[in-house]
């Protein structure tokens, strides 16, 4: 139950088109629902999250969608460049962070 | 402000072998993490801290010791290293402004440990 899957494992996008990944979780307690994203070499880093009193956040080409009654949670890259090539995790909170198991996007030019 | 720093970036070992890994973090966060991040697996939470003085185990802590001696280090320890704790080691640290379980964990870049 403390589980959270992330869909699909590894996803190539076009330059310029819509990269979504999406996150399914059973734990109805989780109470924060972050995106990291990880460049090879680096750290993950926070790029975006969400609290489930809301069904969509939106910061600049990134986009948040939650779906309370579905237990899913889905991220979507507009306009989608070469640059967001990285690995993105979602996550979900109830005191600890419980990561999905990633998704490695790569946008082609 | 380095933010979370990590020593060392890569290291091999035998099996049998110890080694303690470094982190530090210059944010004055209270709570600090260690993961490993294996592909296909995600990051998974060995143990986690608090506060200064205090430890608590993760997810996956066995073969595994930490101490948090100071508030700005975090230190893990492997006292007899396996070819299974093979893996990348992240450190992480957040405040404590609020929720703890809403606040940004901030990484350091890692360190790649393999095991022979």
């Known amino acids: 139950q403390q589980q959270v899957k992330q869909s699909p494992q590894s996803l190539i996008v076009q330059k310029g088109g819509i990269s979504i990944i999406n996150c399914a979780y059973e734990?109805?307690?989780?109470?924060?629902f972050p995106w990291y994203q990880q460049f090879p070499g680096k750290g993950p880093a926070l790029l975006i999250a969400i609290r489930p009193d809301v069904s969509e956040k939106k910061e600049g080409r990134f986009t948040i969608s939650f779906n309370k009654s579905a237990k899913q949670f889905s991220l979507h890259i507009m306009d989608s460049q070469p640059g967001d090539s990285a690995t993105y995790f979602c996550?979900?909170?109830?005191?600890?962070?419980?990561w999905g198991a990633g998704t490695k996007l790569i946008i082609k030019p | 402000n380095a933010g979370v720093t990590q020593t060392p970036k890569f290291r091999v070992l035998k099996t049998g072998q110890s080694m303690t890994l470094l982190c530090a973090q210059d944010?004055?966060?209270?709570?600090m993490y260690w993961y490993r991040q294996d592909p296909g697996m995600g990051l998974r939470l060995i143990h986690y801290?608090?506060?200064?003085?205090?430890?608590a185990k993760g997810e996956v802590p066995d073969g595994y010791n930490v101490s948090r001696l100071k508030k700005q280090n975090f230190l893990l320890g492997l006292e007899s290293a396996a070819p299974s704790q093979t893996s990348v080691y992240f450190c992480a640290s957040s405040s404590t402004v609020g929720l703890a379980s809403y606040n940004e964990q901030f990484f350091g870049p890692g360190t790649r440990l393999t095991v022979l």
């Open positions: 801290s608090v506060g200064e003085g205090t430890t």
């Open positions: 944010m004055n966060h209270e709570y």
């Open positions: 996550a979900a909170s109830i005191y600890q962070l419980i």
């Open positions: 734990n109805t307690a989780f109470d924060y």
